[in-house]
């Protein structure tokens, strides 16, 4: 029996579980949007042309068995794949970016997107991604601040502090575009890099704003369809459940000038920061391979910023 949570899932996607079915324009490519927490959003983005149609699909990190079968019925009668990379086999699935591929119809493309990630005006926030369960996130907030992280390397209990100079905050900065543009690279995806280089606004290190999503948007679009132009909606930001602290030091280091981000919201609510800080640190004592997939994969990050003293 179907459980109410799982209905209404099934209700939301309602034309990827064929619960309903919504007309086409034979005139317009269709496109299959496949991603993580981003695509949706880049989706909407691309519907808003007009020049596309496509539905909501869940998340690629929540896929079942049964997703993935029909998945390839929708592949089946794609014109475009939309795609971050996805390693193939992925999570024990055939998602695969090239496995997916191999599903569409003869003359059907496939146009990938980076995963985007920007850190420069929140330099100690990190993803990490624990190797006994890389879906393992911290409490109170999903993210890692390498504060937070390198005192519990050190088994401390308050986040350690450091006062990078400008000239470092820059440079970390540049790594960060640095990282985006060798995976736009390596993927051989559509390039959004250059926008990180006017230091854009997020709501977190991987939550872009409304502009950015629209800038990356476009770019797909025309790499799908000529002509055309992405709308991003007016009264809300796609991503913005979930706002970070934008650092001072950052801000000022890149000529950003950011108001009323002094701390983590969820949902407009101020997150307590002694309490994201106890838990967080509990955290790593319960689970010390993170800290140690931490401290490997952003030794370059926490050196620069001065965080190894």
Same mark, same amino acid.
């Given at each position: 029996?179907?459980?109410?949570?799982?209905?209404?899932?099934?209700?939301?996607?309602?034309?990827?579980?064929?619960?309903?079915?919504?007309?086409?324009?034979?005139?317009?490519?269709?496109?299959?949007?496949?991603?993580?927490?981003?695509?949706?959003?880049?989706?909407?983005?691309?519907?808003?042309?007009?020049?596309?149609?496509?539905?909501?699909?869940?998340?690629?990190?929540?896929?079942?068995?049964?997703?993935?079968?029909?998945?390839?019925?929708?592949?089946?009668?794609?014109?475009?794949?939309?795609?971050?990379?996805?390693?193939?086999?992925?999570?024990?699935?055939?998602?695969?970016?090239?496995?997916?591929?191999?599903?569409?119809?003869?003359?059907?493309?496939?146009?990938?997107?980076?995963?985007?990630?920007?850190?420069?005006?929140?330099?100690?926030?990190?993803?990490?991604?624990?190797?006994?369960?890389?879906?393992?996130?911290?409490?109170?907030?999903?993210?890692?601040? %390498? *504060?937070?992280?390198?005192?519990? =390397?050190? @088994?401390?209990? $308050?986040?350690? &502090?450091?006062?990078?100079?400008?000239? /470092? %905050? *820059?440079?970390?900065?540049?790594? =960060?575009? @640095?990282?985006? $543009?060798?995976? &736009?690279?390596?993927?051989?995806?559509? /390039?959004?890099?250059?926008?990180?280089?006017?230091?854009?606004?997020?709501?977190?290190?991987?939550?872009?704003?409304?502009?950015?999503? /629209?800038?990356?948007?476009?770019?797909?679009?025309?790499?799908?369809?000529?002509?055309?132009?992405?709308?991003?909606?007016?009264?809300?930001?796609?991503?913005?459940?979930?706002?970070?602290?934008?650092?001072?030091?950052?801000?000022?280091?890149?000529?950003?000038?950011?108001?009323?981000?002094?701390?983590?919201?969820?949902?407009?609510?101020?997150?307590?920061?002694?309490?994201?800080?106890?838990?967080?640190?509990?955290?790593?004592?319960?689970?010390?391979?993170?800290?140690?997939?931490?401290?490997?994969?952003?030794?370059?990050?926490?050196?620069?910023?001065?965080?190894?003293?």
């Amino acid at each position: 029996m179907t459980s109410p949570p799982d209905l209404a899932r099934r209700q939301h996607y309602g034309d990827f579980y064929r619960i309903r079915t919504t007309p086409r324009d034979a005139d317009r490519p269709f496109v299959t949007v496949l991603g993580n927490c981003q695509a949706e959003s880049l989706r909407i983005l691309l519907d808003s042309s007009g020049r596309v149609d496509s539905f909501r699909i869940p998340a690629v990190h929540e896929f079942t068995a049964e997703d993935a079968e029909l998945l390839r019925g929708i592949l089946a009668r794609t014109d475009v794949l939309v795609s971050q990379p996805i390693r193939d086999d992925y999570r024990g699935l055939p998602l695969g970016t090239a496995q997916l591929a191999e599903l569409l119809p003869p003359g059907a493309r496939t146009v990938t997107f980076p995963v985007l990630r920007w850190d420069g005006l929140m330099p100690y926030h990190a993803i990490v991604r624990d190797p006994a369960d890389p879906s393992l996130t911290p409490p109170v907030v999903p993210y890692h601040d %390498l *504060r937070i992280l390198v005192a519990a =390397s050190r @088994g401390l209990d $308050r986040p350690v &502090e450091t006062q990078p100079s400008a000239a /470092a %905050l *820059r440079t970390a900065a540049g790594l =960060s575009v @640095g990282q985006l $543009r060798t995976r &736009e690279q390596h993927h051989g995806t559509v /390039a959004v890099s250059d926008v990180l280089e006017t230091a854009p606004v997020w709501h977190t290190i991987n939550h872009p704003s409304n502009a950015t999503l /629209a800038a990356l948007a476009q770019r797909v679009l025309d790499a799908v369809v000529a002509g055309g132009t992405v709308i991003a909606p007016a009264d809300r930001e796609m991503l913005g459940g979930l706002s970070a602290p934008v650092d001072p030091g950052a801000a000022a280091a890149l000529g950003v000038d950011v108001a009323g981000r002094e701390q983590w919201r969820a949902g407009g609510v101020p997150v307590d920061p002694e309490l994201l800080v106890r838990e967080q640190l509990e955290f790593y004592r319960r689970h010390p391979g993170v800290v140690e997939a931490g401290m490997a994969r952003h030794a370059e990050r926490i050196e620069l910023l001065g965080l190894d003293r």
